[in-house]
């Protein structure tokens, strides 16, 4: 397949790139680098021992977005290209429904003119928000409890109305949950330009002596420990997972949805505790207010995936932590 890759220079889609080269597949890359660098590039080709071609683009330029669709003979695309921080999504909601919307109907818009009709919509477990039951299923109603998550709600909402629509379409929404750790090689990793935010690459900043200290946001939820619950899925494991739900869309598939992860939870306590044996260091904490939009409890039931996609293979935490240690130690400034 030719497979169009869209935010394909971050953290997850880098790793998705590789994935897709080294499965035998051509990439191409479109990214506004605007919380990524371009220096990625050279890291997936060094890697997959081939390149990915790219484009810098901004994805809500449909006409443009048409173009390299229709030029590259592309016959598949992975959508990441979003904004993506809870808390930042509680201050600039406007920012994050125009971004991720209209990121999505443009991608849409395009595969429509374009003859692309297989698509891979990166959503998020953060759709179901405060669930009733635990490990939460795809049946479960979802609930989102911030701008981000609600993003990705209504664009599954969109992604299945295109399907009823238009049947010759195959969209399939992967619900993960925390993708976290890097690429074996400690050559690719997260790497946010703008805000840090996600909970291990702050751990592995304080780790390697960038940051002092590490905030837990909320000490008192309905926890075994009192710290928030959540699901940490190898970024490997995530880009696995796209590559296996593409290459087993047979056409007018219509859309569909699935929880991807571990299916096991883990309290930021316990992953502290993790990156410290990774790293072989102390890392110092403060607590501070749980923040506006924060669940207790977050992971996921990943039965309907092993069953129906055949993918039920994932890394361990241990392996999430020594990855990430390794690409952290490695480049403790980044790309």
């Known amino acids: 397949m030719h497979v169009l890759v869209t935010g394909g220079c971050g953290f997850i889609g880098s790793h998705q790139s590789v994935a897709l080269l080294e499965a035998g597949h051509e990439v191409t890359i479109v990214d506004d680098l ?4 371009a220096a990625v590039l050279e890291r997936i080709a060094k890697i997959a021992g081939k390149s990915a071609t790219f484009v810098e683009l901004n994805v809500r330029d449909t006409s443009k ?23 930042e999504s509680m201050e600039r909601p406007v920012d994050y429904f125009a971004n991720n919307i209209e990121g999505l109907t443009s991608v849409l818009q395009a595969a429509t003119a374009a003859g692309v009709r297989r698509i891979v919509f990166s959503s998020s477990g953060s759709i179901y ?15 989102p409890t911030n701008p981000y998550s609600r993003t990705k709600a209504f664009g599954e909402r969109i992604c299945a109305d295109l399907c009823s629509s238009d049947p010759s379409f195959s969209i399939t929404a992967l619900r ?25 690459p ?16 909320g000490d008192d939820f309905d926890t075994p420990d009192g710290t928030g619950v959540r699901d940490y899925v190898h970024v490997m ?7 296996t739900a593409l290459e087993k869309m047979s056409g007018e598939d219509g859309f569909n949805a699935y929880n991807i992860g571990r299916g096991e939870g883990v309290s930021v ?19 501070k207010e749980r ?5 207790a409890s977050l992971f996921g039931d990943t039965r309907l995936a092993a069953q129906e996609l055949g993918f039920s293979n994932y890394r361990t935490l241990e392996e999430i932590c020594a990855d990430a240690w390794r690409w952290q130690s490695q480049n403790p400034d980044g790309y």
């Open 34 to 37: 605007s919380n990524s660098k």
């Open 65 to 87: 977005l048409t173009d390299v669709m229709t030029e590259g003979e592309i016959d598949s695309i992975i959508h990441f290209a979003a904004f993506k921080h809870v808390r």
């Open 129 to 143: 928000g405060d669930a009733d039951e635990l490990p939460i299923p795809e049946t479960a109603t979802p609930r």
């Open 176 to 200: 993960y949950f925390n993708p976290a750790g890097a690429h074996p090689s400690g050559h690719i990793g997260e790497d946010p330009t703008g805000l840090l935010s996600n909970l291990l």
């Open 202 to 217: 702050i751990l592995m900043h304080v780790a390697v002596g960038n940051l002092a200290e590490v905030a837990i946001f």
């Open 237 to 243: 494991d995530v880009a696995e997972s796209h590559l």
């Open 269 to 287: 306590l316990q992953l502290i505790s993790a990156v410290e044996k990774a790293a072989g260091v102390k890392i110092d904490r403060t607590v």
């Open 291 to 295: 923040g506006a939009g924060d669940v």
